[in-house]
Nanobody, 123 residues
Framework: QVHLVESGGGLVQAGGSLRLSCAAS????????MGWFRQAPGKEREFVGS???????VHYADSVKGRFSISSGSAETAELQMNFLKPENTGVYYC?????????????????WGQGTQVTVSS
């Protein structure tokens, strides 16, 4: 099992930036990709983007393309850089990991989840 811990959330004004980090530990040797998801109040969790762990291929939801970027750091970490934030980006952001090579680019197949970190964008 992969253990994930997110950090970096907070309060920011619209137009600002935040950087989230996700640290993976445990059985990471089989990890194929990591992803970021957002759950807004009263809504279902939605896919933000994902990165393949070995090849570094990255995919994004249309709503964040051009504003958000995902990268992999050292020591099995993944980061989500969020620029030009909007109030509708508010929510709890979750990091997730998948061992499967299928579906990860569209947010499918993620079986390990972090506890989430709150991001609030004020207008």
């Amino acid at each position: 099992q992969v253990h994930l811990v997110e950090s970096g959330g907070g309060l920011v004004q619209a137009g600002g930036s935040l950087r989230l980090s996700c640290a993976a530990s445990g059985r990471t040797f089989g990890m194929y990709a990591m992803g970021w998801f957002r759950q807004a109040p009263g809504k279902e969790r939605e896919f933000v983007g994902s990165i393949s762990w070995r090849g570094g291929s990255v995919h994004y939801a249309d709503s964040v393309k051009g504003r958000f970027s995902i990268s992999s750091g050292s020591a099995e970490t993944a980061e989500l850089q969020m620029n030009f934030l909007k109030p509708e980006n508010t929510g709890v952001y979750y990091c997730a990991a998948t061992m499967s090579s299928s579906g990860w680019s569209t947010g499918l197949g993620f079986g390990s989840w972090g506890q989430g970190t709150q991001v609030t964008v004020s207008s």
